[in-house]
């Protein structure tokens, strides 16, 4: 069963796009949450693999986001080449990023190194908008005719795109890198002492990480077609949803970002469209958070016994 | 220098010192709850804000200047950490998770809870508490005329320093003289062996949260006359207060004061100097440099000098 | 025979039922602005504004007999949601989008509306690219950024005569294309710029770079900012006896009630550029103001005018309209000449904006805490006061 679910969810999605066929039914709208759930799901699976795998908790995801989105838009505005070349670019040049970020960060421990990230996703946004002819600044960048205006298609490149990072997560875990990654999670000292060049080590993930989310980012310019640097750096919407998004989901699974993606953004915009209640999503992001950080900490499928338990004392006997 | 430059050198220097006080408070409650719990706690800034609220409240209602609000938040301030430390934080750092950092994702959960019941009970309009004296300041030259230069010394700037100054110096007291507050720095010093001594551990965590909640409840009020309220005021607060606590030096509390001056004085000087856009990027770049050159902060430097290494 | 009489009244009672059930076809628009975040105030005045004009146009009979009924989205000022709800609108076959207020969102629903060719009618919205990249169905009726402090920028001209300014500016599009636009124009009246510079919006304290503007002497010291800087900026302007012939401010955060309401003897003959105020002669300007006022206690700012302008303007294009359909709507628009309480409306291609209404802009001063039109002079309500007095001899 394990082994033939992501085929099934994957064909299972593939077929989504059908529903614009089905009258009546607000396909635009369903498919736009979708591709955002989507994103948010490379997102999440980038943050994890860093943070959760290899235990460097980032809270500045934003920045790898956000280096991604403006290589992808810089390309278009600054050499005139479609947007979507950022995609590939995002390699060497968040990769890049990375390394330098890393060289910088790694050697911090735990708090400290989340807290640096911080400040390296604050720094970012400060200099793209300061670099005014650069950048373009706070006027940020816009795409004048974005490549296509019905959502199937970019549906279908981010679907391959999370498609793609499931399953290069999934084998880098499988393998050694995934082993050296846990054992610098559980203790550094202990893996450094059994000769496991952590450093090395912290820095792949911070790369491969990095460079994932600045795919998502890439995706972000050409599909959405205006980003600035209040936008895409944000440490609230971004960077701490990407945290929120595995940590509901559950950390350090195959599955915790996805479905965590799948909770929030469709939570939020159920919530946001209640009148009343709308006002009042972030209370319930921030009390979600609480309650599965109090009693589902490893998340809904790193505690799926927890709660199936939970539910199950719910039920009368 | 000509008389221009040298107003505003040392306009800038007062305007940082007088910054730089009122930034110590804030870090000060966050050094404290750092350094005992060992714990980043994202949700500083809006207990902050929940301070400011309260005077806010108290000021629309029954004309209470911010500055006796203090009275009022602090106390109230604590009661809310202690509750939030005792019926969330302990809970969380007992459970087995994955990422130690568990905690630090409660207090951003907390940070929007508190964030978001302001939005729903006060909407995100603007506030501030118009007092009297909000423009009042002293000037140079009314007091020996003929001075070169103009400098001023804003009013409530000034009496929200010198409060900030007033609290530092009991929070020292109490902090080196008291019971309590040796127990509290022997938790932060070494948790076990403070438990080997007989102290009670668990409750001085929740009384040092509350405290360091108390504490900068207390740095809103002081803050109001001068600035403004809306429900997200704090995320920038609790940055500002990172920064200090780690160029502090964690748990130090004369490092928070230190910190707190250096940056308020480093943040004017960049604002003068180099372009207030780039203010942030500086603050930020100075957080990073410390944190992997000194991580122990100005303290461990100013440690180091003592004991002669 | 009963049944005749029966079959009678029943086809009597269809015939009567008939024209009041068509009448009762109503019009829904739906709009999308800020109700939530940070630019929520503007949000709530601007749906204040468009609900009092659906009331008068529904008293009026609608448009073309339908009702208009209203509804209002919360984009929370966040462009990918702004985007959101438009294309959920524009799927839902809503044939025109109103509304949006920051710039950011507005280029977001611009872009939407272009590609899926939905007449789309911009408020409040100031950046100026968003009416110069050729789209054909995206109109304005607020005037562009470049153009706002163009009776500010007379009233120097005419009356100061500077010889030198300095330049502040938040760090958002709005702040930054105001900045540029001031500049440009110094540049062209022979001002010397000698300070432009761009702040981090939200700062507790801006004495640094105050006393700097100080050691330099301008003769207007020129802000752009939303709500509190500009309160900020004046009492700290205030503190530091920063002088100068006159300070000035780029519409926003200066020509709004919060602004003398927080900033009090400080905000004293402030001049700020601005779109509307509540004295303005236009046809229908000062019941607006005053019914507003009357409700909410507080004047409109020039956002809630132009809100409440809009759905006029809307019903004028939907009577010409040929049919509702979008295309029907933009032509529509497009042949617009009317006169609204926010002023004259009418689009047109000039200057490198397409589908552009240019309104003439004010110039607006604190006088004992109320603000008051004083250029251009013929529309001014009171005489301006320059030059201001130091800040040591203010009482």
């Given at each position: ?317 | 220098?000509?008389a221009a430059k040298i107003e505003v050198l040392l306009q ?269 990027v500086g603050r930020f770049v100075i957080f990073v440099a ?20 | ?369 109320e603000f008051e039109t004083i250029w251009p002079k013929d ?17």
């Open positions: 069963m394990n082994k033939r679910l992501p085929p099934l969810v994957l064909a299972l999605l593939a077929a989504v796009p059908a529903i614009s066929l089905v009258p009546g039914v607000n396909a635009n709208y369903w498919l736009h949450n979708l591709i955002l759930v989507v994103m948010w799901s490379v997102i999440g699976m980038s943050w994890n693999l860093l943070s959760g795998y290899c235990g460097q908790v980032s809270f500045g995801h934003a920045a790898f986001f956000g280096l991604g989105a403006y290589t992808a838009g810089l390309l278009y505005v600054k050499l005139g080449l479609s947007a979507w070349w950022g995609i590939a670019a995002t390699v060497p040049v968040v990769g890049a990023a990375a390394l330098v970020i890393g060289f910088v960060c790694l050697r911090l421990r735990g708090p400290f190194f989340a807290l640096a990230t911080i400040a390296v996703g604050v720094i970012l946004r400060v200099v793209a908008e300061n670099l005014t002819g650069f950048t373009g600044g706070d006027l940020g960048i816009m795409i004048r005719e974005r490549t296509w205006v019905e959502k199937t298609w970019y549906y279908y490149i981010i679907l391959a795109i999370a498609a793609g990072t499931f399953w290069f997560v999934e084998r880098v875990v499988a393998s050694r890198l995934g082993y050296y990654f846990v054992a610098i999670r559980e203790d550094q000292d202990a893996a450094e002492s059994l000769g496991i060049n952590t450093t090395l080590y912290k820095t792949i993930a911070l790369v491969l990480s990095a460079v994932i989310a600045g795919f998502a980012g890439a995706f972000y310019m050409n599909y959405m077609g205006y980003i600035d640097p209040k936008v895409v750096f944000a440490l609230h919407d971004i960077s701490i949803m990407a945290i929120m998004v595995v940590i509901v989901g559950g950390v350090a699974t195959r599955w915790g970002p996805v479905v965590g993606a799948v909770i929030m953004i469709l939570l939020a915009e159920l919530i946001r469209t209640i009148p009343k209640i709308g006002a009042a999503h972030h209370t319930v992001f921030g009390v979600l958070l609480i309650v599965v950080i109090i009693f589902l900490p490893n998340g809904i499928v790193g505690d799926m016994a927890k709660l199936r338990r939970l539910l199950r004392i719910g039920r009368p006997s | 220098m000509t800038t220097l007062i305007s940082g010192l007088l910054l730089g006080g009122l930034y110590a408070l804030i870090g000060l409650g966050m050094t404290i709850i750092m350094g005992v719990m060992k714990i980043i706690n994202l949700a500083h800034g809006e207990l902050m804000m929940v301070g400011m609220y309260v005077a806010y409240v108290l000021f629309s209602w029954a004309h209470i200047d911010p500055y006796l609000s203090i009275l009022v938040a602090a106390p109230l301030l604590f009661v809310l950490g202690v509750g939030l430390q005792k019926y969330l934080i302990n809970p969380v750092m007992k459970v087995d998770a994955i990422l130690p950092e568990n905690q630090v994702i409660l207090t951003v959960g907390i940070g929007m809870v508190l964030a978001n019941l302001a939005t729903l009970i006060f909407k995100s309009d603007y506030r501030t508490t118009p007092v009297e004296y909000a423009t009042k300041a002293w000037y140079l030259s009314d007091y020996w005329r003929g001075a070169p230069i103009e400098l001023s010394l804003s009013f409530p700037w000034t009496v929200s320093f010198l409060f900030a100054v007033a609290i530092t110096t009991g929070l020292w007291f109490f902090l080196s003289r008291t019971d309590t507050g040796k127990s509290i720095r022997a938790t932060a010093q070494d948790k076990d062996a403070a438990l080997l001594m007989g102290v009670n551990v668990e409750r001085m965590r929740v009384v040092t949260f509350g405290l360091g909640s108390a504490l900068v409840g207390a740095a809103g009020c002081l803050f109001l006359p001068i600035y403004y309220l809306y429900p997200d005021v704090g995320g920038q607060f609790t940055l500002t207060g990172f920064v200090i606590t780690i160029l502090g030096g964690l748990g130090s509390t004369f490092g928070a004061i230190l910190g707190g001056l250096i940056l308020g004085v480093f943040e004017s000087l960049t604002a003068t100097y180099v372009g207030m856009g780039w203010a942030p410390v944190l992997v050159f000194v991580p122990g902060g100005v303290a461990s430097l100013l440690k180091r000098r003592k004991l002669g290494k | 025979m009963k049944r005749t009489v029966a079959v009678v009244l029943a086809v009597l009672a269809f015939v009567v039922a008939a024209p009041l059930l068509a009448a009762a076809a109503e019009f829904k628009l739906v709009i999308p602005l800020p109700l939530t975040g940070k630019q929520a105030k503007f949000g709530e005045i601007m749906k204040k504004s468009y609900e009092m004009a659906a009331e008068e146009i529904n008293a009026a009979g609608g448009i073309k007999g339908s009702t208009l009924a209203l509804g209002f989205e919360d984009s929370t000022g966040k462009p990918e949601i702004a985007r959101s709800i438009v294309e959920k609108l524009i799927e839902s076959k809503q044939p025109v989008i109103v509304g949006e207020y920051t710039s950011a969102c507005a280029k977001a629903v611009a872009a939407v509306a272009e590609e899926r060719k939905t007449p789309y009618l911009v408020v409040a919205s100031a950046d100026d690219a968003i009416t110069q990249q050729n789209y054909q169905y995206v109109f304005r009726q607020n005037p562009v950024n470049a153009h706002y402090a163009d009776a500010l920028v007379n009233f120097l001209v005419e009356v100061a005569k500077p010889k030198t300014m300095a330049i502040l500016y938040e760090s958002t599009a709005f702040g930054t294309s105001g900045a540029d636009a001031m500049e440009n124009d110094a540049k062209k009246n022979g001002i010397q710029v000698v300070l432009k510079e761009k702040y981090e919006a939200g700062a507790p304290d801006f004495k640094p770079i105050l006393s700097k503007v100080k050691s330099l002497t301008p003769d207007v010291v020129y802000m752009v900012s939303y709500v509190m800087d500009a309160s900020l900026l004046m009492k700290q302007i205030k503190e530091l006896r920063l002088d100068a012939k006159l300070f000035a401010g780029g519409a926003a955060g200066f020509a709004i009630p919060e602004f003398t309401d927080n900033a009090k003897d400080a905000a004293e003959y402030v001049v700020s550029a601005t779109l509307w105020t509540p004295q303005l002669k236009y046809k229908g300007s000062k019941e607006f103001a005053e019914k507003y006022k009357a409700k909410y206690q507080d004047y409109p700012s020039y956002h809630g005018a132009s809100a409440y302008a809009a759905l006029f303007v809307l019903k004028a294009a939907m009577t010409a309209a040929k049919d509702w359909t979008a295309e029907g709507i933009r032509d529509g628009f497009k042949g617009v000449s009317l006169e609204t309480a926010f002023g004259p409306v009418k689009f047109e291609n000039k200057e490198g904006y397409q589908n552009q209404n240019f309104v003439a802009t004010l110039a607006i001063q604190v006088q004992k805490g529309l001014a309500s009171k005489p301006y006061n320059f030059p201001v007095p130091a800040w040591r001899d203010r009482k």
